[in-house]
T-cell receptor, first 110, second 113 residues
């Protein structure tokens, strides 16, 4: 089993739709959680850190569920410019290893 | 504003050749990482470093060696390149360890024939 798993998609949604991605992790001692965005195999860029209390940044909301060991990303009112690959990142246990999920591809259609 | 710089950006090797990828950061970050990315896959951790003089194995360390002799540089070596090492390699650094944002270089595309 992979340490960090995502549904690769693709998710094809119309503009204005709400879409949600999940990411599961296997190590219950993990402490740091992030969502990154990657465009066309360029370098990934931080989208959001994920905090225990959940956090929101405009149309984006991230949640952490420690009991079930997953994080989620909700995108409201999807824009064409949201089309990208979304990567979750989790540190492995109590180590500096930052492990990426496979990535989820989002295509927003007009 | 250099941030994280990777050299070279492109390289073609023959099987069995050796090479070194250089990652340099000017942000005084302690943590540095090397990842590889293959088509349809996320980034897989090769090796990482939590400070000058330290290195540790990641998910896919076989066939690679690393060194962190200076805080600002993290070198990734391929001693005997294999076609399976054809990939895009990304270097990243973090100033807050595993709690902080990863800053990436633009990637190095390596082809092994």
């Amino acid at each position: 089993r992979k340490e960090v798993e995502q549904d690769p998609g693709p998710f094809n949604v119309p503009e204005g739709a709400t879409v949600a991605f999940n990411c599961t992790y296997s190590n219950s001692a993990s402490q740091s959680f992030f969502w990154y965005r990657q465009d066309c195999r360029k370098e990934p860029k931080l989208l959001m850190s994920v905090y225990s209390s959940g956090n929101e940044d405009g149309r984006f909301t991230a949640q952490l569920n420690r009991a079930s060991q997953y994080i989620s990303l909700l995108i409201r009112d999807s824009k064409l410019s949201d089309s990208a690959t979304y990567l979750c990142v989790v540190n492995l246990g109590n180590t500096g290893k930052l492990i990426f999920g496979q990535g989820t591809t989002l295509q927003v259609k007009p | 504003n250099a941030g994280v710089t990777q050299t070279p950006k492109f390289r073609v090797l023959k099987t069995g050749q050796s090479m070194t990828l250089l990652c340099a950061q000017d942000m005084n970050h302690e943590y540095m990482y090397w990842y590889r990315q293959d088509p349809g896959m996320g980034l897989r951790l090769i090796h990482y470093s939590v400070g000058e003089g330290t290195t540790a194995k990641g998910e896919v360390p076989d066939g690679y060696n690393v060194s962190r002799l200076k805080k600002q540089n993290f070198l990734l070596g391929l001693e005997s390149a294999a076609p399976s090492q054809t990939s895009v390699y990304f270097c990243a650094s973090s100033g807050q360890g595993w709690y902080g944002e990863l800053f990436f270089g633009e990637g190095s595309r390596l082809t092994v024939l």
